[in-house]
């Protein structure tokens, strides 16, 4: 079925049809499918729009089908151009809904809004990290969107995270795969775990975040520099989306102690995300700053990855990847 690609059934079923009986007029296929004439007319202009059907060179009036390869590259592109649209959709989507976060947390308190606190300094927010921790009752997720944690991050951290495991408080935890690489954060993650901390990574986090218990989420003014300042929000709608957001992520992630299974062609999420982003023209410096690697560690992905599909070019590869299974032609 070549529906995912965009044909509708009755559609491929006269293409398949001109195929197998290049000469047949339309009477001749709409009576071989049991389908009307009209059906069958409406089906070949949806073919002609798709360039899979085209005047015969030799037949004056006559229509005839592509050959499949050809035909299946042109169907294929086609979906993969939709893909990278609407690949571009959701991430100006999410960009703006960073943005509203960003706007949120650069209020003042003179102009801030009900459910949205601003906490100016690494003292304050280091004071309110504890405040919540000790009135934290039930459950804590985060997003850790850094390559590797530094040491002074785990010691600081050390003391609240284990007096949370020791209340029974269940704790998850989703960094970017990258953090494979780092033994020192590798470590941490096992000493969580063995406290009972849930541990997971993903290709790509969104943004980084805190939520405690539902009801309170702390997120960075900066995502550069999260000493800067950060934001408290306890707005409902606001909570609800970032809940929504994390449950997603962790249920696509994998855990830290598992070998992160590989994917279609026997990539790994890491390479699956790589191939996305070169597909839809990222720089080497954008997807180094979305996997949470160098710009020279995602330069050799992105040339690792063109080179096993012998594309000359980032569209080319995102074409052949179509082909060989590795993008989903779902939106």
């Not at 169907?75 to 509203?100: F, G, H, K, P, T």
């Not at 921790?133 to 997720?141: A, D, F, I, M, S």
């Not at 050799?300 to 594309?311: F, V």
């Amino acid at each position: 079925m070549l529906t995912e690609l965009g044909l509708d059934v009755t559609a491929e079923a006269v293409y398949r049809a001109m195929l197998s009986r290049p000469r047949a007029n339309v009477a001749e296929l709409a009576a071989g499918l049991g389908a009307s004439e009209v059906a069958v007319r409406r089906a070949l202009d949806e073919l002609s729009e798709l360039a899979l059907v085209r005047p015969s060179a030799e037949d004056a009036g006559r229509l005839r089908a592509v050959s499949p390869d050809i035909g299946m590259e042109i169907l294929m592109a086609r979906r993969q151009a939709q893909l990278s649209a609407q690949q571009q959709r959701l991430d100006a989507s999410r960009a703006a809904a960073v943005q509203l976060i960003a706007e949120y947390a650069e209020l003042t308190p003179e102009t801030s809004q009900p459910g949205v606190e601003q906490l100016v300094g690494l003292d304050r927010i280091r004071d309110r990290l504890v405040s919540l921790t000790h009135g934290t009752k039930k459950e804590v997720l985060s997003f850790s969107p850094d390559s590797v944690l530094t040491e002074a991050a785990i010691e600081a951290s050390r003391p609240l995270n284990e007096e949370l495991l020791g209340r029974g408080v269940r704790m998850r935890t989703i960094y970017l795969d990258s953090v494979r690489n780092s033994r020192p954060t590798i470590e941490h993650a096992n000493w969580l775990a063995r406290l009972g901390g849930e541990v997971r990574t993903a290709a790509v986090l969104p943004i980084r975040m805190l939520i405690v218990d539902g009801s309170t989420a702390l997120i960075p003014v900066s995502s550069d520099n999260t000493a800067d300042g950060a934001s408290v929000l306890t707005g409902e709608g606001m909570l609800t989306a970032l809940l929504a957001l994390f449950e997603t992520a962790w249920a696509t992630a994998h855990p830290l102690a598992d070998v992160a299974p590989c994917g279609a062609g026997g990539l790994t999420a890491q390479q699956s995300t790589a191939i996305r982003l070169l597909a839809e023209g990222y720089t080497d410096e954008a997807i180094a700053k979305r996997l949470g690697v160098s710009p020279r560690t995602a330069r050799r992905i992105a040339n690792e990855l063109m080179e096993r599909l012998s594309a000359r070019s980032r569209f080319e590869a995102g074409v052949r990847a179509v082909q060989h299974g590795w993008l989903s032609a779902h939106l």
